[in-house]
């Protein structure tokens, strides 16, 4: 049962766009989300964090949005970055502190 | 340790055998994760220690994947009679309750059963 989708298995943006990618949960009871970023060979790094209290979060180039009555979220990374190239995960717990993830979403930032 | 730490990097095994994978998580987390990802796949929850209560072992696969921690550290994912199936990505995190940043992840462990 996937609690956590992320329907875009890909995405390619140009160097000093922006990138969008989506979230979507079906548990009401998910009250923190989390983005990860994760490059081959490497374990997830933690990104950003949204608490359900909250609609938006800023930290840099990242913005992570919450939409509750939708079940969805969504992250914008402005300008995008060569090095930003890398899988992305959105995650979300409820208060047990056990991470659901998707499926990840690979973004590709072109030159 | 800075980081946690998973041994080894990379493992093929025959079908049949049995592997150890093995996680060392930051020094004072009191909780401890394992997850796994297929080719394709998202993380895929294992099983989960906190302390020193029961592990919530409800993401394990099948009765051949067995994990354990001890003296509330190191902790070892055993996987019986390793099936192809069973290849992927073994990651383990750590966590300490109350931060917001969530799970630090370890490298991860491939396991390649041939």
């Known amino acids: 049962d996937q609690q956590v989708k992320q329907n875009s298995p890909s995405l390619s943006v140009q160097e000093g766009r922006i990138s969008i990618l989506n979230c979507d949960y079906t548990n009401s009871m998910f009250d923190y989300f989390l983005w990860y970023k994760k490059y081959p060979a490497e374990g997830p790094t933690f990104l950003i964090s949204i608490s359900s209290i909250k609609d938006k979060n800023e930290d840099g180039r990242f913005t992570v949005f919450l939409n509750k009555s939708a079940k969805h979220l969504s992250l914008h990374i402005v300008p995008s970055q060569p090095g930003d190239s890398a899988v992305y995960f959105c995650?979300?717990?409820?208060?047990?502190?056990?991470?659901?993830f998707g499926a990840g979403t690979t973004v590709t930032v072109r030159a | 340790g800075a980081g946690v730490s998973q041994s080894p990097s990379n493992k093929v095994t025959e079908k049949g055998k049995d592997v150890e994978l093995r996680c060392d998580p930051i020094s004072g987390h009191t909780a401890l994760y394992w997850y796994r990802q297929s080719l394709g796949q998202g993380l895929e929850f294992l099983i989960y220690?906190?302390?020193?209560?029961?592990?919530?072992k409800s993401g394990l696969p099948s009765d051949r994947f067995s994990a354990e921690r001890t003296g509330g550290s190191v902790s070892t994912l055993t996987i019986q009679r390793t099936q192809q199936e069973d290849s992927a990505v073994y990651l383990c995190?750590?966590?300490?309750?109350?931060?917001?940043?969530?799970?630090?992840f370890g490298s991860g462990t491939r396991l390649t059963v041939v």
């Open positions: 995190a750590s966590y300490q309750k109350g931060r917001a940043h969530g799970y630090t």
């Open positions: 220690f906190q302390g020193n209560s029961a592990p919530d």
């Open positions: 995650a979300a717990s409820a208060s047990d502190y056990k991470l659901s």
